[in-house]
């Protein structure tokens, strides 16, 4: 079962953009998509015109069309790109990327850099294919829209190694568009750096780091299981009001609510990531 997803560059996420405070970024962007489309740098403190959003910073870029992006790069931290034309339904089907901006002062103690772009799309279960933009109607307009499947660095249930007590720097970005992403793992803790303005003053430790559509956090994690040890990362659902359970996917709605619920829950109850721990040599 394939999916033909809108990429930037033809890769889910976008290629990673890596700067340093300080440097000029220059981007080509020719838009292939057979859309008008634009991009946004979201989080990033950029020039009015170079700002992304159609009728107020600049015109959309035509299909076909071209745009030159340029603007310097002040601020360290973990940011994130995507269009700002027909947003919800653009990054839905795959146009959105991450942004590293590099600060040399940064502490080595941090450990390896890991960027983490969780999102997720609205599919079809049966053939793959994207469900129609006005899937739930005003319902999931009002209380949001999640999708049927969820995705981390454009992957299902990926994989990832790490070695006990050696500790990673997790840059996380929630590229969702309504979901919140719940990050725990039994006996861990986190040790939160900072998230949507950078750094923070202080780091604290915390057992669970939830980061919100649009929002980006900056942890830093210590695998502590024993080598040959799988663990998994699950995403369930989170308490944002009524609505939090709701899945396009369907199940009819002449069903019982306390049915539907249950079976909304039981569907959402998603693997993130699996943790596959080794020895640190």
Sequence with gaps: MTTP???????????????????????HFKNSLPDSTTIHWHGLRVPNQMDGVPGVTQPPVESGGEF???FTVDDAGTYWYHPHVNSAAQVGWGVYGPIVVEDPNDPVEFGDDLILVMSDMSLNVG???????????????????????????GKIRPSLKVRQGKQQRWRVINASRSRYIPIRLRDHTFTILGGDNGLAERSREAGRV????????????????????????????????????????????????????????????????????????
Excluded: C
């Design 5 to 27: 997803v809108w990429t930037y560059g033809g890769t889910l996420p976008g290629p990673l953009i890596k700067a340093k405070v300080g440097d000029t970024v220059i981007i």
């Design 210 to 281: 939830v980061v919100t559509p649009s929002e980006r956090a900056d942890v830093v994690f210590t695998p502590m299981h024993e080598p040959g040890t799988t663990q998994t990362f699950r995403w369930v659902p989170f308490n944002r009001g009524f609505g939090t359970v709701y899945r396009r996917s369907s199940v009819p709605l002449k069903q019982s609510w306390m049915k539907l619920l249950y079976q909304l829950r039981f569907l959402n109850n998603f693997v993130l990531l699996k943790l596959l721990t080794s020895a640190t040599p």
């Design 68 to 70: 030159r992006y340029e």
């Design 127 to 153: 053939d793959g294919s994207f469900l129609p933009e006005n899937a739930g109607g005003s319902f999931t307009d009002l209380f949001g829209k999640e999708g049927t499947v969820v995705l981390v660095n």
